[in-house]
């Protein structure tokens, strides 16, 4: 089993930043695919992006390529999602996932977290 809680959701304005974390407990981190998803009122849950185990490999939803950056301290079993250049049409609710192999797939993450708001007001 792998526990997932994220933190450092909140409102911001247009233009502004937020950093979001993910704490990780139970298996070895290290060996874990970790990814963020998003989900907004009435709408699907949508893949934002992903990092290797190693954190060699990235990738991105094209909408938040150049304005989001993943990352991940496996000494402190920790992911991050550094979001800036914030627009009204980022918000939702922010989710981090685990799996083995890496997706962009909700359904093939076995461990997800409770989750964290994001608003940004125009």
């Known amino acids: 089993q792998v526990q997932l809680v994220e933190s450092g959701g909140g409102l911001v304005q247009t233009g502004g930043s937020l950093k979001l974390s993910c704490a990780a407990s139970g298996r070895i981190f290290s060996l874990y695919v970790m990814a963020w998803f998003r989900q907004a009122p009435g709408k699907e849950r949508e893949f934002v992006a992903a990092?290797?185990?190693?954190?060699?490999?990235?990738n991105y939803r094209d909408s938040v390529k150049g304005r989001f950056t993943i990352s991940r301290d496996n000494a402190k079993n920790t992911m991050y999602l550094q979001m800036n250049s914030l627009k009204p049409e980022d918000t939702a609710f922010y989710y981090c996932?685990?799996?083995?192999?890496?997706?962009?797939?909700?359904?093939?993450?076995?461990?997800w977290g409770q989750g964290t708001q994001v608003t940004v007001s125009s």
């Open positions: 996932a685990a799996d083995r192999t890496v997706s962009v797939t909700s359904g093939n993450y076995n461990y």
């Open positions: 990092i290797s185990p190693s954190g060699a490999r990235t």
